[in-house]
Nanobody
Framework: VQLQAFGGGLVQAGGSLRLSCAASGRTFSTYAVGWFRQAPGKEREFVAG????????AYADSVKDRFIISRDNAQNTVYLQMNSLQPEDTAVYYCALDRAVRLMIAGREPDYWGQGTLVTVSS
């Protein structure tokens, strides 16, 4: 499985962006998907995750009520709608596949990583 994340860019504080993660391969729907981010000088952190069917989602406290994760298994794509962006959201965002969201939250190394997309939020 190969993953490609895109949609990053420069946005002012309070603005919105939507990230997309497109997957190749026919097994996409058999994986949970997570978004992670890594800010300069900081460790990579879990941001949001969605179950295989899309019926269950999870968010880091720092983005809860601002970010929304969704997936379209027919299109092999996962989205991260980011609203009310703040400068502290500035980071490289990565998508990843794993067997379950709870594994990603627990710190397990995902099975597949996409390349990152940079999000910069100006104050």
């Amino acid at each position: 499985v190969q993953l490609q994340a895109f949609g990053g860019g420069l946005v002012q504080a309070g603005g919105s962006l939507r990230l997309s993660c497109a997957a190749s391969g026919r097994t996409f729907s058999t994986y949970a998907v997570g978004w992670f981010r890594q800010a300069p000088g900081k460790e990579r952190e879990f941001v949001a995750g969605i179950s295989l069917s899309g019926s269950s989602t999870a968010y880091a406290d720092s983005v809860k009520d601002r970010f929304i994760i969704s997936r379209d298994n027919a299109q092999n794509t996962v989205y991260l709608q980011m609203n009310s962006l703040q400068p502290e959201d500035t980071a490289v965002y990565y998508c990843a596949l794993d067997r379950a969201v709870r594994l990603m939250i627990a710190g397990r190394e995902p099975d597949y990583w996409g390349q990152g997309t940079l999000v910069t939020v100006s104050s």
